[in-house]
């Protein structure tokens, strides 16, 4: 259990999280979490899963005058859009419909205001709404400055985001999202991979923090790219090395391509 408490206290907020962070099973992570609250060390709560200690830390913070939420994010449930200036929202003094709004807008919290974030996050002042979901960090950004995303300190902590939520063997342990109104960016530590599509993005490491990445058109088409990728490692594993093909449209049997593309010998025996 001693190992769940420190992921938490490192950052890990939600299950998945953990088991990043651990290499635990989900099952042993789950067991542990169940204990750790009837022991009343962890505590969840809508940012996640919290120490007593680091709950009692926190930065208590105010939106004050800042309506970025209301102006940046889309509430299906007024009828605004991305990017467009809530009806209910009044400059300098907010929500104007307070005690009967959405509940989305009753259960939103972005990252600045539970504390994970430094005052230079500030939205108002940033231009940048930042919102953990289950399985993505999610960003929002004003399109008066389309590319404040990019610009540091803010694509350094992206980054990093996205590095931890990146399994070693190249599997999303969760998301690095990233809206520009309705242009929408996977990050992949250095890596930016545009219209990311809803069937997902196969991906391999380059380097330690840029990747070479393929985007999936259907399911079956995610699962060849990535039987393709665990072939790659295989190999790699194997001969030391394995050429990374730039083709999207991979079909088993892989080994024998990719024995030839990286020039091994003896490939066809191999």
Sequence with gaps: MSDVVRAVERGATTVKGVIDATGLSRLKVERAIRALE????????????????????????ECGSCTSCCTLLEVEAVGTSVNEWCKHCEAGKGCTIYDDRPQMCRSFSCAWLQGHLGDEWFPETSGLVVHFSQDAVNVQVDSNCPDRWQEEPYFSKLREWSLNGIRRTGNPGYATL??????????????????????GTAFIPVTSDTFRYWKARSPEHLQRLNDRIA?????????GRCSIPDDDEPYPPYRPALLKLSNIPHADSA
Excluded: C, W
């Excluded at 009837?38 to 830390?57: E, H, I, M």
């Design 178 to 199: 990233i809206a520009v109104g309705y242009d929408k960016f996977l990050l992949l530590g250095r890596t930016v991979v545009p219209d990311p599509t809803l069937f």
């Design 231 to 239: 072939e790659i490692h295989r190999i790699r594993q194997e001969f």
């Design 38 to 61: 009837k022991q009343k060390l962890l505590v969840r709560n809508d940012a996640g899963f919290q120490t007593p200690a680091a709950l009692s830390a926190a930065p208590r913070r």
